[in-house]
DNA sequence: TAAACCATGTAATCAGTTACATGATTGC
DNA sequence: GCAATCATGTAACTGATTACATGGTTTA
């Protein structure tokens, strides 16, 4: 039942103008990194993976400045395989594991300062996120490099700041509840 | 550095009156289910770890009309052990891994009826996860159970009504964006 | 007697991270 | 010559799910 994204996160990515391994990393560390990582343990295996599949091919491109690389291109059967996935219904929705809910849940066994100190922390990290999303958003929404992904890269960013706000306002309304 | 929260989660519950490997899954799928999963392949093998450890103690309790279960219960040391875990300072705040956000991420490819599908229906599920939320808030604030731990348990599931609501909001948002 | 639930466990598999290994190129 | 960055890859390990295996008890 439960597919397996990975394959299509790359396949994605492809569909930009991001070619190598090397690349795709860099492009999931600052556009992808709020709901998606992958590793290059992943990465290099599954470009591997998607040549052999005949979703995409390979050229080897060598650059005057830098060290060669491979640059991966998806095929006919790639694109059509990516519109599919991307098509298909959703049925399962994300859950997400929360540590810091999970100490809170059991925080009757330790002093409330400990757990507003928590809080507090957790908050602090929100807030380093959402300044992060702003930044990128400005970055994208400045128009400088005309992306065609625009819209929707500014819709899962706009995602990220209502979820973080939120959180946000959790930590606050919790830590106040806790200094009754 | 990353920690592994599995066994302190196990511990945790074991301060509640969950005893038994069973009662421990049916205790999370109730009540953590929103922010944390275990499976038996995860349950088993740790009591048993735990055991070992001399974290916890076995006792094997015969009961009338059930199968007979083992009980678990913390030792002194697994009591600090687990309060050392509580107070630990957070470091890693999770990311939410979001299958969602990835096919709209993409979305570019795809028609925009087909992306406002998938919003309402992401957004369907969300409806239904704050009615599940409410009806747990509910039963445990009822105070039916008169439980040590409610109002940290009530905490958790302000954050998910908090999460899920400002999701659906943006759900909303962005299916009109795309409509206009 | 079959279905539903209570109860415990293991083995195989999958997904993902981390550490390791290698090497080119550039700029200080 | 060294650090930083670009570039590709693998092997070992960890974490977690899933499928399998077993069997007791209750109720319809």
Redesign the pocket.
């Known amino acids: 039942?439960?597919t397996?994204h990975?394959k299509f996160v790359i396949m994605g990515i492809l569909t930009t103008n991001c070619r190598?391994?090397?690349?795709i990393k860099q492009f999931i560390d600052q556009s992808l990194n709020h709901f998606w990582?992958?590793?290059?343990?992943?990465i290099?295996?599954t470009?591997?993976q998607i040549v052999e599949e005949g979703l995409a091919t390979v050229q080897y491109a060598s650059?005057?400045?830098?060290?060669d690389?491979?640059e991966y291109f998806l095929t006919e059967k790639g694109k059509e395989a990516f519109y599919a996935w991307l098509e298909k219904p959703l049925e399962e929705i994300p859950v997400e594991k929360n540590n810091v809910l999970l100490k809170i849940f059991f925080s009757r066994h330790q002093s409330k300062a400990k757990t507003i100190e928590h809080l507090s922390y957790y908050k602090e990290k929100l807030q380093e996120r959402y300044v992060t999303y702003e930044s990128i958003e400005w970055m994208i929404s400045s128009g400088l490099s005309e992306l065609p992904d625009a819209q929707y890269w500014l819709f899962t960013l706009d995602y990220g700041k209502r979820v973080t706000k939120a959180a946000m306002e959790w930590c606050e309304a919790t830590a106040n509840k806790l200094k009754e």
């Open positions: 039942m439960k397996n990975t190598s391994g090397y690349q990582k992958l590793s290059y343990g992943q290099y295996p470009l591997k650059q005057e400045d830098k060290p690389k491979k």
